[in-house]
């Protein structure tokens, strides 16, 4: 049991470390800025609401810019012009959100 702890403990350091100075991950470094000890969705038991927050997370979100990365567009430009990234979509989709409770008639 001592060793497995000690290699645990050996893994988790390496982690932490590589997470700090690694060269990739630096849209997720600007939301989270350390290594956590549990993972944010350890709590959440929705598959699709972990899958979709993870993709936002990681900035691999289904954006023209992503689409433009991967070849599966043409262009990367917004509608007003600009570059679509999630950090330009985000601010413009919470200022167009109507906060008015969902209707059914």
Same mark, same amino acid.
């Given at each position: ?27 997720? =470094?600007?939301?989270?800025? %350390? ?8 709590? $959440? @038991?929705?598959?699709?609401? &972990? ?17 433009? =990365?991967?070849?599966?567009? %043409? ?8 570059? $679509? @990234?999630?950090?330009?979509? &985000? ?15």
């Amino acid at each position: 049991m001592e060793t497995f702890n000690l290699l645990k403990k050996a893994m988790e350091n390496e982690f932490k470390k590589q997470f700090l100075t690694g060269t990739t991950g630096h849209f997720h =470094k600007s939301l989270q800025q %350390d290594a956590r000890e549990k993972a944010w969705c350890a709590n $959440e @038991t929705n598959r699709n609401f &972990i899958r979709t927050m993870s993709g936002l997370r990681s900035n691999h979100g289904i954006c023209k810019s992503y689409l433009m =990365k991967n070849k599966l567009a %043409d262009s990367d430009s917004c509608l007003c012009g600009s570059e $679509e @990234t999630l950090e330009h979509l &985000i601010p413009v989709l919470s200022t167009t959100i109507v906060d008015e409770p969902f209707s059914t008639n």
